[in-house]
T-cell receptor, first 112, second 109 residues
Framework: NAGVTQTPKFQVLKTGQSMTLQCAQD?????MYWYRQDPGMGLRLIYY???????DKGEVPNGYNVSRLNKREFSLRLESAAPSQTSVYFC???????????FGPGTRLTVL | SQELEQSPQSLIVQEGKNLTINCTSS?????LYWYKQKYGEGLIFLMM?????EEKSHEKITAKLDEKKQQSSLHITASQPSHAGIYLC?????????FGAGTQVVVTP
C-alpha cells in the first residue's frame, strides 16, 4: 500500500498563475483533508471532505477550491496564486472523521 | 474555537536524557492526538488519548491526558537520535483536528 500520495513534491509559481495539487489514498478511507503548514503556526485546515461527494471549508479556505473526484482522490486548486500561499501543503485521510489521520509527504509551493 | 498551546517551542536534549512536551487546551479535550514530523516529511501518528487520566506508551514514548482533559503531556525516556523532529498535538474538534504549533526536539550526542 502506498498510503497517501501527493503530486507534485515541489512547485514554483508566479503570482496569478493557477495550479492543482493532487492527492490520492489507497486505504479506502472515507474522509480526506487538505492542510497548509507555515513556520510557527502548526497545520491549518483548508478544506475537508467527510465522505465522497461532500466538501466543507476549514479554517483558511480563501483562495482555494477543492474537488473530491472519487473516494480515492481529493484535489486542491489555486485559481490565482498569491505570495501569501507560499507554504507546505499536506493531504491526509482517515477512516472516518474521528479516527487517526494518515498524512502524505507534502508539496512545497513557492509563489513569486 | 479551540486553541492549543505547546511548550516548549523547542528543546535540545542530550542523548540518553528524558524530555517532556506539554499541550494545553483552552477547552475540554474530547480526543487528543500526538504526531511526529521529521523535517521535510509528513506527519506520523503516535498516539490518541480520549479519557481523562488515560496514559498510553509505545516503546520509549508515553503520553498522558490529565483528569480535567485540558492538558496532555508527551514524555520520552532515554532519548535517541531517532527521537529528533517536530512533535505536534492535535485536538479533535467536531471531527476535525486543530493542531498546536509544534515542539522541535533536537537530540545531541
Amino acid at each position: 500500500n502506498a498510503g497517501v500520495t501527493q503530486t507534485p513534491k515541489f512547485q514554483v509559481l508566479k503570482t496569478g498563475q493557477s495550479m492543482t495539487l493532487q492527492c490520492a489514498q489507497d486505504m479506502n478511507h472515507n474522509s480526506m483533508y487538505w492542510y497548509r503548514q507555515d513556520p510557527g503556526m502548526g497545520l491549518r485546515l483548508i478544506y475537508y471532505s467527510a465522505s465522497e461527494g461532500t466538501t466543507d471549508k476549514g479554517e483558511v479556505p480563501n483562495g482555494y477550491n477543492v474537488s473530491r473526484l472519487n473516494k480515492r482522490e481529493f484535489s486542491l486548486r489555486l485559481e490565482s496564486a498569491a505570495p501569501s500561499q507560499t507554504s507546505v501543503y499536506f493531504c491526509a485521510s482517515s477512516e472516518d472523521r474521528v479516527h487517526e489521520q494518515f498524512f502524505g509527504p507534502g508539496t512545497r509551493l513557492t509563489v513569486l | 474555537s479551540q486553541e492549543l498551546e505547546q511548550s516548549p517551542q523547542s528543546l535540545i536534549v542530550q542523548e540518553g536524557k528524558n524530555l517532556t512536551i506539554n499541550c494545553t487546551s483552552s477547552k475540554t479535550l474530547y480526543g487528543l492526538y500526538w504526531y511526529k514530523q521529521k523535517y521535510g516529511e509528513g506527519l506520523i501518528f503516535l498516539m490518541m488519548l480520549q479519557k481523562g487520566g488515560e496514559e498510553k506508551s509505545h516503546e520509549k514514548i508515553t503520553a498522558k491526558l490529565d483528569e480535567k482533559k485540558q492538558q496532555s503531556s508527551l514524555h520520552i525516556t532515554a532519548s535517541q537520535p531517532s527521537h529528533a523532529g517536530i512533535y505536534l498535538c492535535g485536538a479533535d474538534t467536531w471531527g476535525k483536528l486543530q493542531f498546536g504549533a509544534g515542539t522541535q526536539v533536537v537530540v545531541t550526542p
